[in-house]
Each structure stands twice: as structure tokens, then as C-alpha cells.
């Protein structure tokens, strides 16, 4: 390899991008060590980079005081709102200094759960928090995020606002009680579209005019709607700091799942997020910085987990990328996407690590996506991806530039430095999607020892301008790209 090839090929890697020198990692400045063990000594400083980004991660940390519900009047029957019960144990823990709000064994009815600082709320083995599906109980209205847009809508079904040391944990459940009935159908027209089709309810009637309404830059304060068909996202920590997500199992979310917003120092770990409605994302955190998302199982209706940074205008007004998160240990069955970034980008991301994750499903759609447009943009850069193994997916690696809008805008998308290694795919329909602009092609992407298995096709490569590869095979024979 010439040296010329030497110097992309390290560029590749990343080393420019977060400034990791060769040579220090090395110990010394012989160039008489093979390519292949510069390469790999590269590899794993970068991965140093993840443990590092862990490692930063501030912790929670809460006083050792229970108070449980039940003792405010929660009960657990049908016929019982435990709402009121539920926000006083809160109140009280957090008056008191702190501590775990204690949901015991049984299934407990709410509406919105606003957590407080320094309270975890703890839900116990068996426990079950119903959150009733009607909008108006999610009023009045609070500073939210919706699809990457900052507006005053329905109240997240547990949501904290600027608060720090919150957590939720525990082997209970949350039931969204998303269904064919309630909340999915705002969605309109979708899949199979398993519910009467109603005009009236569209979300495209909020939708529409919220969009308009922040590409024109008007204040959040005033981007209120009477007439709200916007599905809440199950849980949103909105500029909070150090946030834990553990142990529990989501299901029937009525839009995403898990929604960190612009926070930072979040650890999701362990959680089993189960949802099969329309948007039913499971873990999409939105410029926010330090966050770890381990051992966790997705099963969902939409992408797995997407990271996200606003959406056209109102992601570049706050201009804050999604950054410094590592992904590991997860298993994702069927979703839009097992590890996505995107589709509202438009405020970046960067250094993001993905690691030691599984992924099978006749459902699922995508293995690592890429979604973004010349409307929403975003640079994308320092992505690391590896030892991922896939066993069923029909595209197994998709960048595309023409999500939804396609080449309308100004604003042209960028990847830096995206960089897959141990790949390993057993069945898919295609191996790639890769479509880029003649105007902006796709380039600063590497692949070293992919393999795909079972592969009926090479997929789509559309204007590509610059794919480093090392060791790709298709269906057991050496692939050049």
C-alpha cells in the first residue's frame, strides 16, 4: 500500500476526525510494521473512544427513602384513577430529598406522570402503570418535541422538563395502551391500515400547519393547536440531566417509545420496548450528548433505535447534533431499522459507536439506515459500527438521500467517516441501499470484512463516489466494489 493509500485509508478510520495519533498508539515511528497491524491498533484506539464516552457518562445517584404509592391512595383496580396518588408520592419524595416512588405489585390506572429531580420512579416485579388513552387527560399543554419540531402539545405519557437525577426502573411494566382503537389511528393511512380511515383526525391536520408554521420561525409559545392529532411520545426527558432507563418493558407506546430530548448523561439499559403501532420507535434520543443504550431488546413498529437532531428549520435554530453515544449489547427483532440515524438529522450527529448487537426478523426491514434529504440535511461523522451479526433482514446497510422529500432543498446532507467492520448478514434481499446525489455523492464510508450470506442481490449503489472495502464477500466469493 502506497503511502498515499496508507494516509486515506487511516482517514477512513477516523483518526483525523477525533484526533488519535498514529504513532503514540504505536510507540514508535517505524514504518516497517505491516499495514494490517497499523490498521488494527487504529481500530481498537478508536473503540477506546467508546469505553471513554461511558466512562463520562455522569451517574444517579438517590437517597435511600421509598415511598409507595399505595400509601397516597393509589390502588390497583379498574375502576380506580391513581393519577392524583401517583403525582403526590412524587411531590413528596421530591420535597423530602429525594428517593424511589414505589409502584408495587398490581396493575395501577394513571394519566401523564411528570417526574421530579432526584425521584426514580420504581416499579416492582409484577407491577403494571396503565396510562388511559385519552388525549385530553394529556393537557394542558407542555414545551415538547414532535417528529423534530419543538411545539406546545399533548404531555409525554412520563415526562420530566429540566429536571436532573431522574430515573425509571424495575421489572414492572408501562402499558401505553396504544391500539387499533385509540391513539394509531391519528396516524391515517399506514401499513395495512387496521382502522376506519377518519379525515377529521388526520394528523396531517397539526402536522401540516406545525411544520409551516416553524419554517417560518414562529415562537414555540405560539405553535398551539386546538385541534391536536399529534400521538405523545411514551417517555421524554426534555433537557434533563443524568437520566436512567432501566429494567422495564414499554409496550403499546402511542408514538415513540423512549425520546430523550437535548439531554444529556442518559443511560437506557436493559429494557424490553415492545410496540407494534405506527411510529413505534424504540429508543430515539434527539440532540442529546453522553448516552449508552445497552442489553436492551426492540421489538417495534418503526426504527429500532434512530438517532435524531431536529427536523429542517427548527434543527438548525437549535443547531445541536446528537453526540458522543454508544449502542451495545442490544437485540432488535422487527422494526423499520435495527441502528438508524435519521430521518430528522438536521442538527448532525457525531461520534457514535455501535457494537456487539444481534438483529433478526422477517420484519425487519433494515440493518444499519441512513435516512436523510436535501431538505433536513445534517452532517454525519465519526459513525463506528461493529461485530454485528444479522440473521434476517431484507436491506442489510441503507443510505439514502432521497428519504421522503428527496433532492428539494438547499441543505445537502454529509457523511464523514462511517466506518463498518465484522459484519456478518445471513439472509437478505438485498445487501445494500446506497443512494447518494449526482450533486452530492455518498462517500467516507468503509466496510472491512463484511460478509453476506443468502444475499439474492447487490442492491442499489447510486452515486457512490468513495467506499474504502476490505474483505467483503456475497454469497461466498470475494466482492469489489
Not at 425487519?364 to 454485528?388: A, M, P, Q, Y
Request: proline fraction near 5%; charge should be neutral.
Amino acid at each position: 500500500m502506497t503511502d498515499r493509500r496508507k494516509r486515506q485509508h487511516l482517514k477512513t478510520l477516523g483518526l483525523a476526525g477525533i484526533g488519535l495519533s498514529l504513532w503514540s498508539l504505536n510507540g514508535c515511528s517505524s514504518v516497517a510494521r505491516s499495514t494490517i497491524e497499523i490498521s488494527n491498533r487504529a481500530d481498537e484506539a478508536l473503540w477506546q473512544q467508546a469505553d471513554a464516552i461511558i466512562a463520562s457518562i455522569a451517574p444517579t445517584a438517590f437517597a435511600k427513602r421509598d415511598v409507595v404509592i399505595t400509601d397516597f391512595g393509589a390502588v390497583a383496580s379498574p375502576q380506580v384513577d391513581s393519577s392524583a396518588a401517583i403525582s403526590a408520592a412524587i411531590a413528596a419524595c421530591a420535597k423530602a430529598g429525594g428517593g424511589r416512588v414505589v409502584v408495587p405489585a398490581g396493575r395501577f390506572n394513571t394519566g401523564p406522570v411528570h417526574l421530579k429531580s432526584n425521584v426514580n420512579l420504581h416499579l416492582k416485579k409484577d407491577a403494571v402503570l396503565s396510562f388511559y388513552p385519552e388525549p385530553e387527560r394529556y393537557l394542558p399543554a407542555v414545551f415538547t418535541r414532535w417528529e423534530g419540531i419543538e411545539l406546545m402539545g399533548y404531555s409525554p405519557l412520563i415526562y420530566a422538563f429540566e429536571q436532573e437525577n431522574i430515573a425509571i426502573t424495575g421489572e414492572g411494566i408501562l402499558e401505553g395502551n396504544g391500539s387499533v382503537t385509540h391513539w394509531w389511528p391519528w396516524k391515517g393511512k399506514w401499513k395495512h391500515t387496521p382502522w376506519q380511515l377518519d379525515v377529521t383526525t388526520d394528523q396531517s391536520n397539526t402536522r401540516d400547519p406545525l411544520f409551516a408554521m416553524a419554517e417560518a420561525g414562529a415562537e414555540v409559545s405560539d405553535r398551539v393547536f386546538a385541534e391536536n392529532y399529534l400521538r405523545p411520545p411514551f417517555i421524554q426527558p426534555y433537557r434533563c440531566k443524568r437520566v436512567l432507563i432501566e429494567g422495564i418493558t414499554i409496550r403499546n407506546s402511542p408514538f415513540w417509545l423512549i425520546n430523550p430530548v437535548l439531554s444529556e448523561d442518559v443511560i437506557v439499559r436493559g429494557v424490553n420496548c415492545v410496540s407494534h403501532g405506527p411510529n413505534s420507535d424504540g429508543c430515539n434520543p434527539e440532540s442529546s450528548n453522553r448516552v449508552l443504550i445497552e442489553n436492551c431488546l426492540f421489538d417495534t413498529g418503526d426504527d429500532c433505535i434512530a438517532l435524531k437532531s431536529g427536523r429542517n428549520n427548527d434543527g438548525r435554530r437549535l443547531a445541536t447534533p446528537v453526540q458522543n453515544v454508544v449502542i451495545q449489547d442490544c437485540m432488535m427483532r422487527a422494526g423499520h431499522g435495527g441502528v438508524v440515524l435519521g430521518s430528522e438529522i438536521s442538527g448532525g450527529a457525531r461520534n457514535i459507536f455501535a457494537r456487539r448487537c444481534r438483529m433478526s426478523s422477517p420484519d425487519l426491514e433494515r440493518g444499519i439506515r441512513i435516512k436523510t434529504n436535501s431538505v433536513r440535511g445534517g452532517l454525519i461523522e465519526n459513525i463506528f459500527i461493529r461485530d454485528i451479526d444479522i440473521g434476517e433482514v431484507k436491506d442489510a446497510i441503507v443510505i439514502n438521500f432521497f428519504y421522503e422529500e428527496g433532492d428539494a432543498g438547499s441543505h445537502l446532507p454529509q457523511v464523514k467517516n462511517l466506518h463498518i467492520s465484522n459484519l456478518r448478514v445471513q439472509k437478505a434481499q438485498r445487501a445494500f441501499e446506497l443512494r447518494g446525489f449526482e450533486r452530492a455523492p455518498i462517500s467516507g464510508v468503509s466496510l472491512h470484512h463484511v460478509q453476506f450470506n443468502q444475499t439474492a442481490s447487490l442492491g442499489v449503489l447510486e452515486n457512490v463516489a468513495q467506499i474504502d472495502a476490505v474483505d467483503l464477500t456475497l454469497n461466498g466469493e470475494a466482492l469489489t466494489l
